[in-house]
């Protein structure tokens, strides 16, 4: 069993809490004051972004943190060393974009997240149809490959996602890119009944979730809740790096209460 | 009919999950409605009364006796309506969106051409409109601004990363995956995740159909070789695909902006490595860790740091040579042209006749060159007149 199945499996709580933060960001040693907040916080895992120059699959505020992130000079190795001084306390999923992967080597990559201890790996624009070969190389580094299935997936494609699932499945909510929403869409429980009806994988779902009340009543349907752009906003908002991480641990903390 | 997805290792569909249903659903109504004899017929009859076509391929005389060699001839896309051979594949793709039932379109655009295009189409169908175009560009292609809101299309600036057409086309897709269900995304060239590369292709495939008929009309041989300048690429495939099984030499020429030494440029394939940008594999202008570079390039048109990944199979193959020419060479044969044949040419058309220019001496009399003269260059005088200090 891999440690995100394991993970999942023998959670005590409704839901896994997992935040979001883009690697490096606001710099390498700040974010590493983030990763204690969000333990602090309650998380149960970390998903960390490798910044990339043109992130097609994230909102304006994640794209500022990216940006910002780069500026700073940060690489994908930077990120790695961020995961492996982390991994080893709870796990770690690094969010990739395709070019990221293929530029560095995919095996190359695999290789380096593995022996930074690092659990999974969601790459947002490779869909299942062109990930074979990724699939076959994460597997054979013990990384789980974690796809995503969108609200528009068609019975068909949530099968053919199902089929290769490891890990968990990333249930984006809505149609979009990420960023936080004053509301989830109300067609949510139905489109993870119709995940649900054909796997057994853990769910969990991302994109939009920004309050303590949109986390329960995400928990009440999935096995784990994402929470990404809110955090960041938080961050940019704060300005200081000791205000910034005292709010998001506050606010996980208040989230975790509720999907307990 | 099958649609390509990939052209040797290129190609594919790097996007978000979210639209690739959207994709599946595109890929079928082309493949419907290309075998469809009433939407050729609407086909047919918008590129005949709407955009103007044929397109004439004109003997340049005198630009042929200026290089002391060759025939010339050049296909006169500038002529066509809007003044470029972008609304070649926007009508077509209007025509697929109606037919599909959405009811927003969107585009991107780098030098207005493509988005002038899409609002002129739209406009046409009455469907509302937007296109996302790079702060520096709205800068430098002020004219087509205008244009697309006197066509009642709503220009979105984008802001973010080298605030080009790249930045643009991001901001499109993100659009595209946030409004699939009722939006249809026209995308300007024959890059992006499959089946844009081969439906841009198809509806540009025109181009070279007519040149093929018109050069053999009035030579009764094949060209010796075809030139057109290369950003994403449709323009050339447009021309290039009624050839790739003849004995005709093909070349695409790239922007090598203030030189391929100087890291300013967009030659994707020349300087390129293999990578995914735009939900494709090809070539791309990029840093050891895949982050995408900025492009340079007086032509907005060519300011790209991909280019379609047909192109990159073509470059791989041998079958088409790729070259550049820098913003000064282009600026000198858009300086030329005007004055020897009376033809002011968009910047990006120009790169295409300075390569010819610079070569001039390959070439023997007997040779008989077509080169692709994409669009007009109304939108590049002010640019020009400022570079080239007619103006302050
Ligand atoms: C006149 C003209 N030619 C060429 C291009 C480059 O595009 P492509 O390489 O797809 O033909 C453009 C793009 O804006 C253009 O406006």
């Given at each position: 069993?891999?440690?995100?199945?394991?993970?999942?499996?023998?959670r005590?709580?409704k839901?896994?809490l997992?935040?979001?933060?883009?690697?490096g960001?606001?710099?390498?040693?700040?974010?590493?004051?983030?990763?204690?907040a969000?333990?602090?916080g309650?998380?149960?895992m970390?998903?960390?972004?490798?910044?990339?120059?043109d992130?097609?699959?994230d909102?304006?505020?994640?794209?500022?943190?990216?940006?910002?992130?780069?500026?700073?000079?940060?690489?994908?190795?930077?990120v790695l060393?961020?995961?492996?001084?982390?991994s080893?306390?709870?796990p770690?999923?690094l969010?990739?974009?395709?070019?990221?992967?293929?530029?560095?080597?995919?095996?190359?990559?695999?290789?380096?997240?593995?022996?930074?201890?690092?659990?999974?790996?969601?790459?947002?624009d490779?869909?299942?149809?062109?990930?074979?070969e990724?699939?076959?190389?994460?597997?054979?580094?013990?990384?789980?490959?974690?796809?995503?299935v969108?609200?528009?997936?068609?019975?068909?494609?949530?099968?053919?996602?199902?089929?290769?699932?490891?890990g968990?499945?990333?249930?984006?909510?809505?149609?979009?890119?990420?960023?936080?929403r004053?509301?989830?869409?109300?067609?949510?429980?139905d489109?993870?009944?119709r995940v649900?009806?054909?796997t057994?994988?853990?769910?969990?779902?991302?994109f939009?979730?920004?309050?303590?009340?949109?986390?329960?009543?995400?928990?009440?349907?999935?096995?784990?809740?994402?929470?990404?752009?809110?955090?960041?906003?938080m961050?940019?908002?704060?300005g200081?790096?000791?205000?910034?991480?005292?709010?998001?641990?506050?606010?996980?903390s208040q989230?975790?209460?509720?999907?307990k | 009919?099958?649609?390509?997805?990939?052209?040797?290792p290129?190609?594919?569909?790097?996007?978000?999950?979210?639209?690739?249903?959207?994709?599946?659903?595109?890929t079928?109504a082309?493949?419907?409605?290309?075998?469809?004899?009433?939407?050729?017929?609407?086909?047919a009859?918008?590129?005949?009364?709407?955009?103007?076509?044929?397109?004439?391929?004109?003997?340049a005389?005198?630009?042929?006796?200026?290089?002391?060699?060759?025939?010339?001839?050049?296909?006169?896309?500038?002529?066509?309506?809007?003044?470029?051979?972008?609304?070649?594949?926007?009508?077509?793709?209007?025509?697929?969106?109606?037919?599909?039932?959405?009811?927003?379109i969107?585009?991107?655009?780098?030098?207005?051409?493509?988005?002038?295009?899409?609002?002129?189409?739209a406009?046409?169908?009455?469907l509302?409109?937007a296109?996302?175009?790079?702060?520096?560009?709205?800068?430098?292609?002020?004219?087509?601004?205008?244009?697309?809101?006197?066509?009642?299309?709503?220009?979105?600036?984008?802001?973010s990363?080298?605030?080009?057409?790249?930045?643009?086309m991001?901001?499109?897709?993100?659009d595209?995956?946030?409004?699939?269900?009722?939006t249809?995304?026209?995308?300007?060239?024959?890059?992006?995740?499959?089946?844009?590369?081969?439906?841009v292709r198809?509806?540009?495939?025109?181009i070279?159909?007519?040149?093929r008929?018109q050069?053999?009309?009035?030579?009764?041989?094949?060209?010796?070789?075809?030139?057109?300048?290369?950003?994403?690429?449709?323009?050339?495939?447009?021309?290039?695909?009624?050839f790739?099984?003849?004995?005709?030499?093909?070349?695409?020429?790239?922007?090598?902006?203030?030189?391929?030494?100087?890291?300013k440029?967009g030659?994707?394939?020349?300087?390129?490595?293999?990578?995914?940008?735009?939900?494709?594999?090809?070539?791309?202008?990029?840093?050891?860790y895949?982050?995408?570079?900025?492009?340079?390039?007086?032509?907005?048109?060519?300011?790209?740091?991909?280019?379609?990944?047909?192109?990159?199979?073509?470059?791989?193959?041998?079958?088409?040579?790729?070259?550049?020419?820098?913003?000064?060479?282009?600026?000198?044969?858009?300086?030329?042209?005007?004055?020897?044949?009376?033809?002011?040419?968009?910047?990006?058309?120009?790169?295409?006749?300075?390569?010819?220019?610079?070569?001039?001496?390959?070439?023997?009399?007997?040779d008989?060159?077509?080169?692709?003269l994409?669009?007009r260059?109304?939108k590049?005088?002010?640019?020009?007149?400022r570079v080239?200090?007619?103006?302050?």
């Amino acid at each position: 069993m891999s440690r995100l199945e394991q993970l999942f499996r023998e959670r005590q709580k409704k839901s896994l809490l997992m935040p979001y933060i883009t690697g490096g960001y606001p710099t390498v040693h700040e974010c590493r004051h983030l990763l204690e907040a969000f333990i602090a916080g309650g998380a149960d895992m970390i998903e960390m972004g490798v910044p990339f120059s043109d992130p097609l699959a994230d909102g304006p505020v994640v794209q500022a943190s990216t940006q910002k992130a780069l500026d700073e000079g940060v690489t994908p190795d930077d990120v790695l060393a961020i995961a492996a001084g982390f991994s080893g306390r709870l796990p770690v999923v690094l969010l990739v974009y395709y070019n990221c992967v293929f530029a560095y080597g995919q095996e190359r990559f695999a290789a380096a997240a593995a022996a930074a201890g690092v659990a999974g790996l969601i790459v947002p624009d490779l869909p299942v149809d062109e990930a074979d070969e990724f699939i076959n190389i994460c597997r054979s580094r013990g990384l789980d490959p974690v796809l995503l299935v969108a609200p528009t997936s068609t019975a068909e494609r949530i099968r053919m996602i199902a089929a290769q699932a490891s890990g968990f499945i990333y249930c984006v909510s809505v149609a979009g890119v990420t960023g936080a929403r004053t509301s989830l869409s109300d067609q949510l429980p139905d489109f993870l009944g119709r995940v649900r009806a054909v796997t057994s994988a853990p769910l969990a779902v991302g994109f939009g979730v920004s309050t303590p009340e949109q986390a329960a009543m995400v928990a009440e349907h999935a096995d784990g809740v994402i929470i990404g752009s809110k955090l960041i906003s938080m961050v940019a908002d704060a300005g200081d790096i000791d205000i910034a991480v005292k709010a998001v641990e506050s606010f996980l903390s208040q989230v975790n209460e509720v999907i307990k | 009919m099958s649609t390509p997805v990939r052209f040797g290792p290129y190609g594919g569909r790097y996007v978000p999950e979210t639209v690739i249903p959207a994709l599946d659903e595109l890929t079928a109504a082309y493949e419907r409605l290309r075998g469809d004899p009433g939407f050729q017929a609407q086909l047919a009859e918008l590129l005949k009364n709407f955009v103007g076509r044929p397109t004439p391929l004109y003997l340049a005389e005198r630009l042929g006796a200026r290089l002391g060699g060759p025939r010339v001839y050049l296909k006169r896309e500038d002529l066509a309506h809007t003044g470029a051979h972008k609304i070649n594949n926007t009508v077509g793709q209007l025509l697929l969106a109606v037919e599909m039932g959405k009811r927003r379109i969107i585009a991107e655009t780098g030098a207005g051409q493509h988005g002038v295009a899409t609002a002129t189409s739209a406009a046409l169908f009455g469907l509302p409109c937007a296109i996302y175009m790079g702060e520096k560009d709205i800068a430098r292609q002020e004219l087509n601004v205008v244009r697309m809101k006197l066509l009642g299309a709503e220009v979105i600036p984008v802001a973010s990363g080298s605030r080009t057409l790249k930045d643009a086309m991001n901001d499109a897709i993100r659009d595209w995956v946030t409004n699939v269900s009722d939006t249809y995304y026209v995308i300007g060239s024959v890059a992006g995740p499959a089946p844009y590369p081969a439906i841009v292709r198809y509806f540009q495939s025109v181009i070279g159909h007519e040149a093929r008929e018109q050069i053999l009309a009035a030579e009764n041989r094949f060209p010796t070789e075809l030139i057109a300048c290369v950003g994403g690429g449709s323009n050339a495939m447009g021309l290039f695909s009624a050839f790739l099984d003849e004995d005709v030499r093909l070349t695409g020429v790239e922007a090598a902006g203030e030189g391929l030494d100087t890291g300013k440029h967009g030659a994707s394939i020349e300087r390129g490595r293999r990578g995914v940008l735009h939900g494709s594999l090809s070539y791309v202008l990029q840093d050891a860790y895949g982050q995408i570079l900025e492009a340079h390039s007086i032509s907005a048109g060519l300011d790209y740091p991909g280019v379609g990944p047909e192109h990159s199979f073509l470059h791989d193959e041998g079958r088409v040579r790729y070259d550049s020419v820098t913003d000064r060479e282009a600026l000198n044969a858009f300086t030329l042209l005007s004055g020897v044949e009376g033809i002011i040419p968009a910047l990006e058309s120009a790169h295409a006749i300075a390569y010819l220019v610079k070569h001039a001496d390959r070439f023997s009399r007997d040779d008989l060159v077509i080169v692709n003269l994409s669009g007009r260059g109304d939108k590049d005088v002010h640019q020009a007149a400022r570079v080239l200090g007619m103006i302050s």
